[in-house]
């Protein structure tokens, strides 16, 4: 997957600004006039990072950060602001759990560094859940092998503590593979 951004904002220009400033980075990225155009993207295409805006007419970036939460909680997601209170950096900070917190104008250098940042940590949160979806399926079909061949994933040592491996021959793994295969 391409290392896409969504940018959403109800001011044009800041949008210009942000695609501008990020032009030579090896981003593909879009932007939305608001959060709920925001979110009709984010159907169609998968965002690994998005910037929002906090003051928009509609539904604000607090609202629409906490939606992009409970919709697609991977999307590691930043709050840019030129209007910083405490009570809506408060809001967005708890309903949206924003990564980073921006108020404009922005340091360029420093939004740089924060979305290579939040896109590293998507990719590896990513590569975490398909470990952990490789480690549940191969706890399956390690069970599957117990069930069929008690005994199989038991480990033997040796009194020096070295781990015994029985001999078997290459016929009697290939039986073995050949009826496992047949249970399916």
Not at 108 to 120: F, G, I, N
Request: hydrophobic share 35%.
């Amino acid at each position: 997957m391409e290392h896409s951004i969504l940018i959403v904002d109800d001011e044009p220009h800041v949008i210009s600004a942000l695609m501008r400033g990020l032009d030579e980075e090896p981003y593909l990225i879009q932007g939305a006039p608001g959060g709920n155009e925001a979110l009709q993207l984010m159907t169609q295409h998968r965002f690994k990072v998005v910037i929002s805006d906090e003051k928009m007419p509609g539904m604000d970036g607090a609202e629409f950060l906490g939606r992009v939460k409970e919709l697609y909680p991977e999307t590691v997601r930043i709050m840019l602001t030129g209007h910083a209170s405490i009570e809506a950096t408060m809001r967005a900070v708890n309903s949206g759990e924003i990564y980073r917190f921006f108020t404009k104008p922005w340091n360029d250098t420093e939004l740089k560094l924060a979305l290579k940042s939040a896109v590293e940590k998507y990719d590896l949160e990513e590569e975490n859940r398909r470990l952990l979806r490789t480690v549940q399926h191969q706890s399956q079909e390690l069970k599957f092998l117990e069930k069929s061949y008690p005994g199989i994933s038991a480990l033997r040592r040796e009194s020096d503590g070295a781990i015994r491996i029985d001999d078997i021959s290459q016929d009697e793994i290939d039986a073995i593979i050949e009826q496992c295969n047949r249970q399916r």
